[in-house]
């Protein structure tokens, strides 16, 4: 599996406000599958992207795949407390490959 | 959810001591993953599984050794319990690898003390 980056760490921003996490690779991804870990809990697999410049949206939540297939980023417009957790992207090859994750966190 | 029970939930255990933690899956998947979970470092791999007895090694390996002597079962063991093992231990299953999604057990707490 390859290494993936996730940029920031953490997040905190208030309710309603956007959020955005970054996932990044020196190398080009096969696919890149998205997970949310609220606390206490396990990871839930959200979507995974599989073509060069692909965009999905599940209601607020907005992923994109980069054109050279190096990059993704989970964009989520006016948060909610309900978004708190850690946001993984995962290298979808073998072994399932993880990045380190983003923790949001909401203040209402 | 997917069928995939952890056991134990939660175990404390002294340095020294082996542990044996169970991942046990009912959808006969054929990829099963133990992660462990630490503050700041996400999930790491530790081990996978692509087959019965066919496993092979993840980025945080040393100090573990798993086995799978049958499809739904994957054992992970501490042959002699750290403190840096305390962590929260997650198994995972998918069906195949490139495109399928991968299903979480509920993780276990574990504490060397």
């Known amino acids: 599996g390859q290494q993936v980056m996730q940029i920031p760490q953490y997040q905190h921003v208030q309710e309603g406000e956007d959020f955005t996490t970054y996932c990044n690779s020196s190398t080009t991804l096969s696919n890149i599958q998205w997970y949310k870990q609220r606390p206490g809990g396990h990871p839930v697999f959200l979507i995974q992207?599989?073509?060069?410049?692909e965009v999905k949206k599940q209601k607020r939540l907005t992923f994109q795949f980069g054109e050279a297939k190096k990059n993704s980023s989970l964009h989520i417009t006016a948060t909610q407390t309900t978004d708190v957790g850690t946001y993984f992207c995962a290298d979808r090859d073998t072994p399932l490959v993880f990045g380190k994750g983003t923790r949001l966190s909401v203040i209402a | 959810d997917a069928g995939i029970t952890q056991s134990p939930r939660h175990k404390v255990t002294e340095t020294g001591t082996p542990v044996t933690l169970r991942c046990h899956q009912t959808e006969n998947h054929r990829y099963m993953y133990w992660y462990r979970q630490d503050p700041g470092h996400g999930l790491r791999l530790i081990h996978y599984?692509?087959?019965?007895?066919?496993?092979d090694k993840g980025e945080v390996s040393d100090g573990y050794s798993v086995s799978r002597s049958k499809t739904e079962d994957f054992l992970l063991t501490l042959e002699s319990a750290t403190s840096s093992q305390t962590s929260v231990y997650f198994c995972?299953?998918?069906?195949?690898?490139?495109?399928?999604?991968?299903?979480f057990g509920q993780g276990t707490r574990l504490t060397v003390v």
């Open positions: 992207l599989v073509k060069s410049g």
């Open positions: 995972a299953i998918s069906g195949g690898h490139r495109g399928t999604e991968a299903f």
């Open positions: 599984s692509y087959g019965v007895k066919d496993t």
